[in-house]
């Protein structure tokens, strides 16, 4: 067996422990491993997956593996590579993805086009913010409902189960049909619709539990309901599913996440078999143990022992800061301090805060200190406003139903349709049942509009017609001929600002971007997924993000900041009495550091324009004293004078 993990020697990078080679081995049972960070699950996900496809027990594309984020599946994908060179044909991926790839294959059982768009939270806002607006209600009140919605679809409640008469009630179900009116689906939809597609046709059904002869899941605590539903639908016995996780490691109960799906695996399926793995791999001594004497002030969890061969290493510094320029810099200077003398690389490191607004203090220092870095799940480049507009146009090209990509760009650049103009494709698209595109092609031919509007009106139809006529040259091109032909790209070169400048070279990295694609379905299609998913993920750059999206990496160093009560545990969960959630997301943020972590607070801190004194996170008090060094030692005096000024 080439490749074959379990021949390995301790030191090989590819060596399992017995329990992780017991868990790669077993194919018969409904397996689960449940077990602490860093103990190896993702590693053994995906020696098992090799393990498989060169033990011939199943063809590679008979294998269905599930991960939590598109980067997840990304280095998942990289690692499988090196384990054998068998693994393309594996459908590996994000649930949304996975979800998506089956849609396509049968939107019509679902009433759909095998070429329905993907919406984004973005757009699911704007929809509920118009919806509300017909209604004379309150557009400010759209994100309410936008969560509610979200959170029915995560239960798997489709609009068809409503039976109250609620607003929000009827707000969804307005909802449905007008992104259903759009050829449209959003993410919740992607595993609604398989979930219906699998109901409708039994025979469908039974093709794809017949195809996915394993099924391997990272990250399991964190499914929700609708997930959950998919995948027992695909395979009801257990027969060749394992299943990881961390019960510890459950974060998104908010997003609708159930860990009760992990706690009752054994119900669930038959013939399960749980293996838990003790040995963590990931952190020094002394970094599991600030971490394990935290998470042990949770009441409900499993409980498991979590232990390393390795040595203490250095114990968790705290750090008290001044204030949130003071920790910025702390951090920043800790940085430049690590790789200059222990060659701890900036790709090697990672500053984790509780929430997005965080970063921007970092940011700011890094800068001045001129450390690369980058916002991971922040400014994500595909929400930028011109790389939306120039998808929008190649959506609409790609798809003529899609009514939010029409909206989206019917007067950008500005045109003379207004929305007068707009409400009357409405009104017409509405009445015969056709797409706006359509409605406008319509309104149009009837001559009807006033010269102006209707030579705007033409022209714009023309072009869009033109371009589509062109739709099968390479993505790059087209986005060339939009930026030229639509006068997008001159209008910003005249507006001669700083902003436009930045447009405009994001627009050449869009260009760049786009030389990867054959064709512009397959570009849109990966838009529509790769929200959550970091580019340049190998530049060697200090990664700032969320401790949510932090789950499942590792870094030589971890810097966590704002611990203060009312930042973390942040406000909602401690008016919500969801302390442990916020726990077990401490816990996630120290276990993803190797060598080094940090914690750090501010004794005043500025949030929304006024200043606060939080006082410092209870959580530190709940860190054992044997494993973190709470002394405020001024590391920067001690470095500047060993290595010069670092500034
Ligand atoms: P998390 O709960 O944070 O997702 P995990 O259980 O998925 O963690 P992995 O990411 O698979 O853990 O492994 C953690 C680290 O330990 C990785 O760097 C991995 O390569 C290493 N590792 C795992 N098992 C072994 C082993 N048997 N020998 C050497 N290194 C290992
Ligand atoms: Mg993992």
Same mark, same amino acid.
């Given at each position: 067996m080439p490749a074959n993990a379990l021949e390995k020697k301790e030191n090989d990078a590819d060596y399992l422990n017995p329990e992780q080679q017991e868990a790669v081995v077993t194919l018969d049972k409904a397996l689960l491993v449940l077990s602490g960070a860093g103990t190896g699950k993702t590693k053994v996900l995906t020696a098992k997956i090799a393990y498989i496809i060169d033990h011939g027990? =199943?063809?590679?594309?008979q294998i269905l593996a599930v991960t939590f984020s598109n980067r997840a599946a990304g280095e998942m994908k990289e690692r499988l590579r090196r384990l054998t060179d068998r693994s393309d044909a594996v459908w590996l991926g994000t649930f949304h993805s996975i979800c998506a790839r089956i849609l396509r294959q049968h939107a019509d059982l679902v009433g759909? *086009?095998?070429d329905f768009t993907i919406i984004d939270a973005d757009d699911q806002q704007r929809i509920v913010r118009q919806i509300l607006k017909e209604a004379n209600a309150?557009?400010?009140?759209a994100p309410g409902f936008f969560s509610k919605i979200s959170r029915w679809k995560d239960k798997g409640i489709t609009v068809a189960d409503m039976h109250d008469s609620s607003p929000e009630a009827r707000i969804y179900k307005i909802y449905q049909e007008r992104i259903r009116s759009y050829d449209s689906a959003d993410f919740g939809d992607l595993l609604l619709y398989a979930i219906e597609v699998f109901k409708k046709s039994p025979e469908v059904l039974r093709q794809y539990r017949e195809k996915f002869k394993y099924i391997l899941v990272d990250e399991y605590q964190d499914t929700n309901m609708s997930q959950y539903i998919w995948l027992r639908m695909l395979c009801p016995t257990g027969q060749g599913i394992c299943c990881v996780g961390d019960d510890?490691? =459950?974060?998104?109960s908010w997003r609708g996440a159930e860990v009760g799906n992990i706690l009752r695996f054994e119900k669930d399926f038959q013939n399960t078999k749980i293996i838990r793995l003790e040995r963590n791999y990931r952190s020094k001594g002394h970094i599991l143990g600030a971490a394990s004497s935290l998470i042990a002030h949770n009441r409900q969890r499993l409980g498991k022992t979590v232990w390393t061969e390795d040595d203490q290493g250095e114990k968790v510094t705290v750090k008290r800061a001044f204030n949130g320029f003071d920790e910025a810099m702390f951090a920043a200077e800790k940085i430049e301090f690590l790789r200059r003398r222990y060659g701890v690389k900036y790709g090697e490191t990672a500053i984790l805060v509780? =929430?997005?607004?965080?970063t921007r203090e970092f940011e700011e220092r890094l800068t001045a200190f001129g450390l690369p870095y980058r916002v991971v799940g922040g400014l994500k480049f595909y929400d930028r406003q011109e790389i939306k507009d120039i998808v929008a146009y190649m959506r609409l090209i790609c798809q003529p139903n899609d009514g939010l990509a029409f909206e989206r760009i019917i007067n950008v650049p500005r045109r003379g349709i207004g929305a007068a103009a707009v409400a009357k494709f409405h009104a017409v698209a509405e009445e015969k049942n056709i797409s706006l595109y359509r409605a406008a092609e319509e309104v149009f031919s009837t001559g009807e509009l006033r010269p102006s509007l209707q030579t705007a009106l033409g022209e714009f139809i023309n072009l869009t017609e033109s371009v589509r006529a062109k739709k099968n040259l390479r993505p790059a091109e087209i986005a060339k001929i939009i930026l030229t032909e639509t006068g997008y790209q001159e209008a910003l070169y005249r507006e001669q600002t700083m902003e436009a400048q930045a447009r405009i070279e994001n627009l050449r990295e869009l260009l760049i971007a786009l030389e990867e694609f054959e064709t512009l379905g397959e570009f849109i299609e990966h838009v529509g997924l790769v929200a959550d998913s970091a580019r340049h *993920?190998?530049?060697?750059v200090v990664s700032l993000m969320t401790l949510h999206s932090a789950k499942g990496l590792e870094f030589e160093a971890v810097f966590l900041a704002g611990w203060e009560d009312g930042v973390f545990p942040h406000n909602l969960s401690l008016r919500d009495d969801n302390l442990e959630e916020e726990r077990r997301l401490a816990y996630v943020g120290i276990t993803r550091a190797r060598k080094y972590a940090f914690i750090s607070y501010a004794e005043n801190r500025r949030i929304y324009n006024q200043w606060q004194s939080n006082p410092p996170s209870r959580f530190l008090s709940e860190l054992s004293s044997d494993h973190v060094d709470f002394a405020e030692r001024e590391y920067a005096e001690e470095d500047v004078l060993r290595f010069g000024s670092v500034r």
């Open positions: 027990y =199943a063809y590679p594309s759909m *086009s095998r309150d557009p400010k009140a510890d490691q =459950a974060i998104y509780r =929430a997005g607004y965080q *993920s190998t530049e060697e």
